[in-house]
């Protein structure tokens, strides 16, 4: 699976702050004495992507040979998102959440008074363009917008959802389909649906989707259908699944009459509510942009790699006793308990049935407090009280200088952070070459004219690896490089490349 610029953000900061970093970069990477690191530099390339690393990489001599750690990273084009933003918004922790509710009374507000709260809902999916509206109030029954309850793009990811990435759909997600071909922007009153399936297993030893339940937030059955899998079924697995020999008997409907039926009946702006809802959406080969995963917003284990099961959470909090029977499952029982739980929380508060978010756990490696809501890379590494230089042409120069403080100009973080525009690709590397010894970090952004490299692409590629060679040979020793291509709409993901550089 490729990296998200999250992954790679996690590390720069870890880079800063060490052991004081919202973040750890531990979920794919492993940076040992990290105080000895003098420098860390960064030479973002837009519109470059993995395809062209791969197709011309005797263009790269200096790159390849050089930089030991080569990885693929998701292009942010893949979910609408861009470069800057990725690497500067970072996601609240459970302890800033926590904080700014407290000082503000919503993180809602806490955007609009503080200049340190960022809204970053982002979305993979193909949404109307015609933006609506802001929607005011929120449905009689719940205290807080269930939309603060959507799994983010990255966090669907981490819980292995089926999405719809550039190269993943025609490999590993071959025969999936959208829920729908276009979205509406999801609302506090968006309708949630219930959702769980029963699989069995076939002769192909995978499990198949036998039966889909989905129930509406009255709790009456929305959609229910036993289906035939494509395979023949060698294990019913009855004491999970419930589903017997008896009851496939006379089943003719299969999975993709199961698409095109909820591709249908679903609303544009449905909200799937599921217990490990990835595996629902995976067992149906749908991908669906607006979920809440009931095993993420509830947590009785105090660590977010700690499931706790829907029978466990259903006993907790909705005082019932369910999947008791020895028949197995009941997928209409399982999807009303899910949607249920969904609905305690919005009545009481997000740190409800969250003991992540109560604080229950040992704070050594701060949680996740609220994907939507994030703030600045540069207010996190202003704590380190370490110089940092970012060196790009005007227009994307603007972009970061939004994240110091929101454009404010009087903020403090300024005599640390100091953001330079400079005339073109060249003069941004002669810039940073000049400018980086009195940073600690350096940040360079090129962006790549879409015609001059179509017309020349190895001219323009090699003239990328002299300027890669150009910036690595003016670094500090010890000091860590990184070198990330952006990616592109149509060749796909970008690519990050790592190096470390030691005194001998």
């Known amino acids: 699976m490729p990296l998200l610029f999250l992954d790679i953000q996690h590390l720069l900061l870890y ?29 973002i390339i837009d519109n470059i992507s993995l395809y062209h690393y791969h197709a011309y990489e005797s263009c790269f ?10 990885l693929e990273v998701v292009a942010p084009f893949a979910y609408k998102g861009d470069i800057v933003t990725d690497l500067l918004m970072v996601p609240l922790t459970t302890t800033q959440v926590r904080k700014y509710v407290t000082e503000f009374g919503t993180l809602e507000d806490a955007v609009v008074k503080s200049g340190e709260v960022y809204d970053q809902i982002k979305d993979l999916f193909p949404l109307h363009e015609n933006i609506s509206k802001a929607v005011d109030g929120l449905p009689a029954t719940d205290k807080f917008p269930r939309t603060h309850l959507l799994l983010s793009g990255w966090q669907m990811v981490e819980e292995n959802f089926p999405l719809p990435i ?34 069995c297993r076939t002769t192909t030893g995978d499990l198949e989707l036998t039966r889909i339940s989905i129930v509406d937030e009255d709790h009456k059955v929305f959609y229910e259908e036993l289906v035939k899998p494509d395979n023949r079924i060698v294990d019913y697995l009855t004491q999970f699944s419930g589903i017997t020999p008896k009851m496939m008997k006379n089943v003719t409907k299969k999975l993709q009459d199961v698409q095109k039926d909820l591709r249908n009946l679903l609303p544009p702006d449905a909200i799937l509510v599921g217990q490990s809802l990835g595996n629902d959406l995976h067992a149906l080969k749908m991908m669906h942009p607006y979920v809440i995963d009931s095993s993420v917003i509830f947590n009785l284990t ?19 006793h369910i999947q008791q029977g020895r028949g197995g499952h009941c997928s209409i029982e399982d999807s009303k308990a899910s949607l249920e739980l969904v609905q305690l929380k919005l009545q009481n508060d997000i740190f409800f049935g969250d003991a992540v978010l109560n604080g229950l756990s040992a704070q050594k490696h701060p949680q996740l407090g609220h994907p939507y809501f994030a703030t600045s ?33 009087n903020v403090d973080d300024q005599s640390k952070v100091t953001i330079y525009s400079s005339e073109c690709n060249e003069t941004v590397i002669q810039d940073c070459i000049e400018k980086g010894p009195n940073a600690s970090m350096n ?14 692409p190895e001219t323009i590629l090699r003239q990328l690896d002299t300027w890669i060679k150009n910036c690595y040979e003016a670094t500090f020793a010890p000091s860590l490089s990184f070198v990330i291509f952006g990616g592109q709409r149509e060749t796909g993901n970008g690519s990050c490349f790592i190096k470390m550089k030691n005194l001998f």
């Open 377 to 409: 890379f540069f207010k996190q590494i202003a704590r380190a009280n370490k110089p940092v230089s970012v060196i790009s042409l005007p227009d994307v120069a603007k972009r970061y200088k939004f994240f110091l403080n929101k454009g404010n100009n």
């Open 166 to 199: 550039k190269g993943l759909m025609e490999t590993k997600y071959t025969g999936y389909v959208l829920t729908k071909d276009e979205y509406k922007d999801v609302t506090p009153f968006s309708p949630m649906f219930g959702l769980d399936c029963e699989m």
């Open 15 to 43: 880079c800063l702050l060490g052991h004081h970093s919202p973040y750890s970069p531990a979920r794919w990477c492993q940076l040992e004495r990290f105080p000895k690191i003098q420098q860390t530099n960064v030479l």
């Open 61 to 70: 001599p200096f790159l390849s040979g050089s930089f030991q750690h080569k």
């Open 302 to 320: 105090g660590d977010r790699t700690r499931k706790s099961k829907l029978q466990l959470l259903a006993r907790e909090f909705l005082f019932q």
């Open 443 to 456: 940040i360079a952004h090129l962006q790549v004219n879409q015609n001059d490299l179509e017309k020349e």
